[in-house]
């Protein structure tokens, strides 16, 4: 590595959310604050709900008129 070039590393960076400390990484600043990591994520915390508002499958099936093997 050439001398004077690359920033200081920081092996022991703390990472911030909502001011608590969240887990400790390596990076080149000594300090992180997000605003969303895994453990408030609805993805990983199961809370993800999908919700059809519009009715885009009702919408799909007037629109082409898509009958299932029951209404045949």
Same mark, same amino acid.
Not at 44 to 63: A, L, M, N, P
């Given at each position: 590595? !050439? ?6 590393? /920081? !092996?022991?960076?703390?990472? /911030? ?46 629109? /082409? ?8």
């Amino acid at each position: 590595m !050439n001398k004077d070039i690359h920033p200081k590393w /920081y !092996n022991d960076a703390k990472v /911030y959310c909502d001011g608590k400390h969240i887990m400790t990484v390596g990076s080149t600043k000594p300090e992180l604050n997000v605003d969303i990591w895994s453990g408030n994520h609805p993805f990983f915390t199961g809370s993800q709900r999908i919700i059809d508002t519009e009715g885009r499958v009702e919408k799909f099936i007037r629109k /082409y008129n898509v009958q299932s093997n029951d209404q045949k």
